[in-house]
């Protein structure tokens, strides 16, 4: 009885435990255990560190842009104002100075306010930019007034100097050409040797002031070859000329026989119809330059001992061609020996108007000879006239009053004086025809098959 009596109050104890107050139903519960295998784990010191280290390098870098940033900012607006300079002025940076040194001379000449601002700028420009070539160059540079850094930078580095010019006419002989490099004082440097006759291309050639000479050599040779390579394709080849340096020899006598354009093709076309009729071409030029070399001036009159020497280049005892040029011809005349006049004239001789009277016969050459004389007699005469006055004689030109010149004529006792020179080189020089010897004989030279030689005017030196 006992037994029943604790019973329901076991039953009941057990229902009233598993009850819950309201109060206690909206309480949260307890969180769930953590799951068995996982282990609590602390942060690792090494990935912390890590951490540190990277946020660190990001700030410096940020400071760091932010620092670059501001220089270019500030160096790029000095870059942009106007410099110090109130009026135009000439700078010349010589060859072989660096950036710095470039620098230190633009702030002493009073052109820019800093150097390290330049030279930062200048490095910069050449970041940003990209630029293949932003070296600053040598040479000789205007800088416009006010002109920015930048403007300065941009002149320099794009070469933009001051030209300069000079001027190598036509039949003048390689030593001629190395001499007049020499004489010019915005050149620098030395000429190794005489470069080798008919290799240079007479032209005007511009350059910065303080650039070789040699590199002036080098630019008329690889002129010379460029026009040669592409003329010697447009031959004919029924000319009686094998190679280029044989075109550029027949040539260089041509461009001393006449300094007049429109005569070029028919003294060519009359020295190619004597080397096709076997007549030997009794050329005065080749007698001098076979005397003098590359000189090119023999300062006196040629003599008959002159024409009757043994040269290689004297053309009234050789047949056809000498072994080389006399000259550097221009590229008019290289024209002209290729495209040669067609004409069946043998002889020319100086007319007194600058040109040349042309003859197919030796008949009217000799007329022509004979009208020559009496000019050449008219200028002995005045000069006679004006030494007998006390006035100093004007040197004829090629325009006016010619300078004495003789052909040897079938029957003349007269010898055949000096060449002409080139009328617009004035180093070339024009040689004063001279009596023959005392000593001369009666009998002329004379082309093969007894014609004698033709004759021309001296030209203005």
Same mark, same amino acid.
């Given at each position: 009885m006992s037994q029943n009596r604790r019973r329901p109050d076991a039953t009941r104890t057990a229902r009233t435990a598993g009850a819950r107050s309201? %109060?206690? !139903?909206?309480?949260?519960? !307890?969180?769930?255990?953590?799951?068995?295998?996982?282990?609590?784990?602390?942060?690792?010191?090494?990935? &912390?560190?890590?951490?540190?280290?990277?946020?660190?390098?990001?700030?410096?870098?940020? =400071?760091?842009?932010?620092?670059?940033?501001?220089?270019?900012? =500030?160096?790029?607006?000095? @870059?942009? &104002?106007?410099?110090?300079?109130?009026?135009?002025? $000439?700078?010349?940076?010589?060859?072989? +100075?660096?950036? /710095?040194?470039?620098?230190?001379?633009?702030e002493r000449e009073g052109i820019i306010t800093n150097r390290w601002t330049f030279v930062g700028g200048h490095l910069l420009q050449g970041f940003v930019s990209h630029r293949k070539n932003s070296e600053l160059k040598a040479g000789e540079y205007q800088i416009k007034e006010h002109a920015s850094m930048r403007d300065v930078i941009d002149t320099l580095s794009e070469g933009k100097s001051i030209l300069y010019k000079t001027t190598l006419p036509e039949g003048l002989t390689s030593g001629q050409i190395v001499e007049r490099l020499r004489a010019d004082p915005n050149l620098t440097g030395e000429i190794a040797m005489i470069p080798e006759e008919g290799t240079l291309l007479p032209d005007t050639y511009y350059y910065s002031k303080g650039?070789?000479?040699? +590199?002036?050599?080098?630019?008329?040779?690889?002129?010379?070859?460029?026009?040669? &390579? %592409?003329?010697?394709?447009?031959?004919?080849?029924?000319?009686?000329?094998?190679?280029?340096?044989?075109?550029? $020899?027949?040539?260089?006598?041509?461009?001393?026989? $006449?300094? !007049?354009?429109? +005569?070029?093709? !028919?003294?060519?076309?009359?020295? @190619?119809?004597?080397?096709?009729?076997?007549?030997? *071409?009794? &050329?005065?030029?080749?007698?001098? @330059?076979?005397?003098?070399?590359?000189?090119?001036? *023999?300062?006196?009159? /040629? $003599?008959?001992?002159?024409?009757?020497?043994?040269?290689? @280049?004297?053309?009234?005892?050789?047949?056809?061609?000498?072994?080389?040029?006399?000259?550097?011809?221009?590229?008019?005349?290289?024209? %002209?020996?290729?495209?040669?006049?067609?004409?069946?004239e043998l002889y020319f001789v100086a007319d007194g108007t600058g040109g040349h009277a042309f003859s197919e016969t030796l008949k009217d050459h000799n007329s022509a000879v004979q009208k020559w004389r009496a000019v050449e007699k008219q200028a002995r005469e005045k000069l006679s006239s004006d030494a007998n006055s006390n006035a100093a004689p004007i040197p004829p030109s090629a325009g006016d009053a010619p300078a004495p010149a003789v052909a040897p004529v079938k029957g003349s006792k007269t010898a055949k004086a000096s060449s002409s020179g080139h009328s617009n080189a004035s180093d070339a020089g024009s040689q004063a025809d001279a009596s023959p010897d005392d000593d001369a004989s009666d009998t002329e030279p004379r082309a093969s098959g007894g014609v004698p030689l033709p004759v021309r005017k001296p030209k203005k030196p």
């Open positions: 309201p %109060a206690e !139903r909206l309480a949260p519960g !307890r969180a769930p255990s953590r799951p068995r295998g996982l282990d609590a784990r602390e942060p690792s010191r090494v990935v &912390s560190g890590f951490v540190h280290v990277i946020s660190g390098v990001l700030t410096i870098a940020l =400071v760091g842009m932010l620092i670059i940033g501001g220089t270019a900012f =500030v160096i790029f607006n000095q @870059y942009e &104002s106007p410099g110090p300079l109130t009026e135009v002025r $000439t700078v010349i940076i010589p060859k072989g +100075e660096g950036r /710095i040194a470039i620098a230190e001379r633009l650039a070789s000479r040699q +590199e002036i050599i080098d630019r008329m040779q690889g002129e010379m070859q460029k026009a040669l &390579s %592409a003329l010697w394709e447009t031959r004919d080849p029924d000319l009686p000329i094998r190679s280029e340096k044989e075109l550029v $020899t027949f040539a260089s006598i041509v461009e001393k026989e $006449t300094g !007049r354009a429109d +005569e070029r093709e !028919r003294v060519a076309g009359v020295f @190619y119809n004597r080397l096709r009729k076997g007549m030997r *071409l009794q &050329s005065d030029p080749t007698i001098i @330059y076979g005397i003098v070399g590359t000189q090119g001036v *023999l300062g006196r009159g /040629i $003599t008959r001992a002159d024409i009757d020497a043994k040269s290689p @280049y004297n053309t009234y005892q050789i047949n056809g061609l000498p072994p080389g040029p006399i000259c550097n011809p221009g590229k008019s005349s290289l024209e %002209a020996g290729l495209k040669p006049a067609k004409t069946n």
